[in-house]
C-alpha cells in the first residue's frame, strides 16, 4: 500500500479549559521508530492516546493504513500499547499476561501456546514465564509489557515513556533491547519521551513537541544539528546561543557571515559544542579568553568568556592524540564552521 | 516511670476487655451449664439446652428463615454494591462523593428510625409483612458496607491495566470478569461477608418489617419475653459464633491487598 501507515490530521485535544493538544498534522511511515519528544506536560501522552484510541479528539482525523478509525476505540485498532507503569494483570502469571490478548481475538489454543513462547523468547522471558508480575524486576516488567503487545502483530506498537521508570544502566539496556526488537521484527513503533538521548539513540525520526503544538520534525541529525528554534536547541543537547543580528537575509558574526533568510532583526546563531574549534583557520572567529577547562572522562569541557561576557562551551576529545590546550586565562581564538550553525529567533 | 504507665494502661485495658466481653462469656458459659436459673453455681457440664434447641421446630423454622435472609442480603449487596461502586469510580469525584453521602445514609440513621421509616413504607404501598420485605430492608443498610469497601479498593485500582486490557480487545464485560473481578475478589468477599454478619444479627429492622415470622434474633428475643430458658443461651451462643465467624473472616479478606 501506499501512503502513510499513520496519518494525524488536524487533530487536537481540549480537556474542559486547558487545550493539550493544538491541531495538528502528522504522518509516520511504515517501518519507522518514532519519537515525540517534549517536556513534561506538552501533551505527548494525550497526542499517543488519541492514536491509540482511548482519547477521542476534539477535532481531527486518525488514519491508520488508509481508513479512518477516528470512532474507533483500543479494542477495534490496529495498535497495541505500552503504558506508563505497564498495567500488566497482576493476578495473571507472565504467560498468562503475554496470552491475554490472543486469547480475546479467539486464537486456536494451541496456536496461542506457540504464539506466547515465541514471544517468551523474543523478550528472553522463558525462564520466568509462571511467576506473577509481582515477583519480576522493573526490567522484566517492561518486556512483559512489551512481549504482551507484540504478541498482537500490531500495525503500530504505541510506548509511553517506556523506559522512565527504569534506572540507568538497565535503561541503556534496553534501549539497545529495543532498537534489536525493532530491526528483528520490522514494526512500526512511536514511542513517548522527555529524554532527548533516548530519542536520538532510538529514533530514525524525532517530533518535538512543545505546548501543545509540533515545533520540529526530522531525524535525530536534523533536529540535533539544524534546530528551528531556541526551544529546540536547548532541549535538545547542549547549546552555545550567541547573540547577533540579522541584515538583509544574513547574519554577520565573528568576522564572517552566515546566510539566514528571513526579517531584519535580533537572533541567536546556534552551535554546539563539539562543533566549535580551536581552530584559528575557521572563517568565522571569536577571541575570548579561556575560563575554565574540566575533565570529563571521552572529553574536555572548556569554558570561553568572549569579550561581551558571553560564555561558550567547547567539547574536545580528551584522547591521547588531542592537541595541547591552553591555560585558563589564556586568550583563545575559537572557531565555529559556518556549517554547523543555525540562526534562530531569539 | 513508663514500666508503671504502662503497667497501668494494660491493667485498665484488660478491665475494659472483660467489662465488655464477660455478658458474652456469661452467655457462652451458661448455655453449656446444669443450672435451670442460668445462675451460680452453675453445676455441672451439659449438653442439655442444645438438645432442647434442637427439638424445638420453631428453631429449625427460625434458623431457615435467617439463612434465606442473610443468603439472599448477601448476594444482592454484593451485586449492587459493587455495580454502584463500579458506577462511581467513573463518576467524577465531586458527584461520587455527593453521591457516597446518600447512599451511606441509612448507616448513619438510627436504625429504630430506619425501621419506622421502612415499616411505614410498606404498609402504606399496601406490601405484605414478610421476608419479602426483610430482604430488601437489610440491603438498604448492608449494600453501604460493600459500597464503601469496594469503592475504595477502586479509588487505588491500577487503570492501566482496564486500558491494557481494552487495547488488547476485550470488551467492557471481559474486562470486568477477567480483570477487575479477579483482582478485587478477596476483597469483595470480605465486603459481603461483613454485609453477612450485619444482615444475620439485625433484630430491629427485622422485627419491624417481618410481619408473623422469625428469624434468629427475633426468636431470640420472643424466647426472653417467656420464662427464662437456659436454652436461649445456647440459641446465643450459635448466633454469636456464627456472626463473629463472617465477620472475622471478613476482616482478614478484606485487610488482604493482593
Ligand atoms: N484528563 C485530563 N484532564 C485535564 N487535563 C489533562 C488531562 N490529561 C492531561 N491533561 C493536561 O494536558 C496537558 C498535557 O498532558 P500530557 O499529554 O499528559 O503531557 P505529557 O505526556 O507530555 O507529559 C497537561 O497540561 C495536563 O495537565
Ligand atoms: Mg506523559
Known amino acids: ?346 | 516511670m513508663p514500666g508503671r504507665g504502662n503497667l497501668l494502661w494494660t491493667g485498665f485495658g484488660v478491665l475494659a476487655l472483660v467489662f465488655l466481653l464477660s455478658p458474652l462469656a456469661l452467655v457462652v458459659f451458661f448455655s453449656f451449664a446444669e443450672n435451670q436459673n442460668a445462675t451460680f453455681p452453675a453445676g455441672g457440664a451439659t449438653l442439655h439446652w442444645y438438645g432442647v434447641l434442637f427439638d424445638d421446630p420453631d428453631f429449625w423454622k427460625a434458623l431457615g428463615n435467617s439463612a434465606i435472609v442473610t443468603l439472599t442480603v448477601g448476594l444482592v449487596s454484593m451485586v449492587v454494591g459493587t455495580a454502584a461502586a463500579m458506577t462511581l469510580a467513573r463518576t467524577r469525584p465531586a458527584l461520587a462523593n455527593a453521591l457516597i453521602g446518600v447512599i451511606t445514609l441509612p448507616i448513619m440513621l438510627p436504625p429504630l428510625v430506619l425501621a419506622l421509616a421502612l415499616a411505614t413504607g410498606y404498609s402504606s404501598l399496601g406490601l405484605p409483612l414478610g421476608l419479602g420485605t426483610v430482604i430488601p430492608s437489610h440491603v438498604v443498610f448492608t449494600q453501604p458496607f460493600v459500597i464503601l469497601v469496594v469503592h475504595a479498593q477502586m479509588a487505588s485500582f491500577n487503570m492501566a491495566v482496564v486500558d491494557s486490557a481494552r487495547d488488547l480487545g476485550a470488551g467492557p464485560w471481559t474486562i470486568f470478569r477477567t480483570v477487575i473481578l479477579p483482582i478485587i475478589r478477596p476483597t469483595l468477599i470480605g465486603a459481603t461477608l461483613m454485609a453477612m454478619a450485619v444482615s444475620l444479627d439485625d433484630f430491629i429492622i427485622t422485627y419491624f418489617t417481618i410481619g408473623g415470622g422469625m428469624t434468629l434474633p427475633t426468636m431470640i428475643w420472643g424466647m426472653l419475653r417467656k420464662a427464662l430458658d437456659p436454652s436461649i443461651n445456647a440459641l446465643g451462643a450459635l448466633v454469636l459464633v456464627a456472626t463473629v465467624g463472617t465477620s472475622l473472616i471478613a476482616l482478614r479478606l478484606t485487610r488482604y491487598r493482593g
Request: charged share 20%.
Open chain 1, 1 to 346: 500500500m501506499s501512503g502513510p501507515l499513520l496519518r494525524l490530521d488536524t487533530i487536537s485535544k481540549t480537556y474542559r479549559d486547558v487545550t493539550a493538544v493544538h491541531p495538528l498534522d502528522l504522518e509516520v511511515g511504515r517501518g519507522d521508530f518514532l519519537a515525540l519528544l517534549g517536556p513534561s506536560g506538552c501533551g505527548k501522552t494525550t497526542l499517543l492516546r488519541m492514536i491509540g484510541g482511548f482519547l477521542p479528539p476534539t477535532t481531527g482525523r486518525v488514519e491508520i493504513e488508509g481508513r479512518d478509525v477516528t470512532a474507533l476505540g483500543p479494542e477495534k485498532r490496529n495498535t497495541n500499547m505500552v503504558f506508563q507503569g505497564y498495567g500488566l494483570f497482576p493476578h495473571m502469571t507472565v504467560a498468562q499476561n503475554i496470552g491475554y490478548g490472543p486469547k480475546i481475538a479467539g486464537r486456536d489454543p494451541e496456536q496461542i501456546d506457540l504464539d506466547v513462547v515465541r514471544m517468551l523468547n523474543l523478550v528472553h522471558l522463558n525462564a520466568v514465564a509462571d511467576r506473577l508480575p509481582a515477583a519480576l524486576s522493573g526490567g522484566q516488567q517492561q518486556r512483559v509489557a512489551l512481549a504482551r503487545a507484540l504478541v498482537m502483530r500490531p500495525a503500530i506498537l504505541l510506548l509511553d515513556e517506556p523506559l522512565a521508570a527504569l534506572d540507568l544502566k538497565l535503561r541503556k539496556a534496553m534501549q539497545d533491547e529495543l532498537k534489536a526488537l525493532h530491526k528483528a521484527i520490522g514494526g512500526t513503533f512511536i514511542f513517548v519521551t522527555h529524554d532527548q538521548g533516548e530519542a536520538i539513540d532510538l529514533a530514525n525520526r524525532i517530533v518535538i513537541m512543545e505546548a501543545g503544538r509540533i515545533v520540529q520534525q526530522g531525524t535525530p541529525e536534523d533536529v540535533y544539528r539544524r534546530p528551528a528554534s531556541r526551544f529546540v536547541a536547548s532541549f535538545v543537547g547542549d547549546a552555545n546561543m550567541l547573540p547577533a543580528r540579522r541584515v538583509g537575509a544574513e547574519v554577520a558574526i565573528g568576522g564572517g557571515r552566515l546566510p539566514a533568510p528571513g526579517v531584519d532583526g535580533d537572533v541567536l546563531v546556534v552551535i554546539r559544542p563539539d562543533d566549535v574549534t580551536l581552530d584559528a583557520t575557521c572563517p568565522i572567529g571569536l577571541d575570548g579568553t579561556l575560563a575554565e577547562c574540566r575533565f570529563m572522562g571521552p572529553y574536555q569541557r572548556l569554558t570561553v568568556t568572549l569579550a561581551d561576557g558571553t560564555q561558550v562551551i567547547v567539547h574536545r576529545p580528551s584522547g591521547a592524540d588531542a592537541a595541547p590546550l591552553p591555560g585558563v586565562g589564556d586568550a583563545v581564538r575559537l572557531g565555529l564552521p559556518p556549517a554547523a550553525c543555525s540562526v534562530v529567533a531569539p
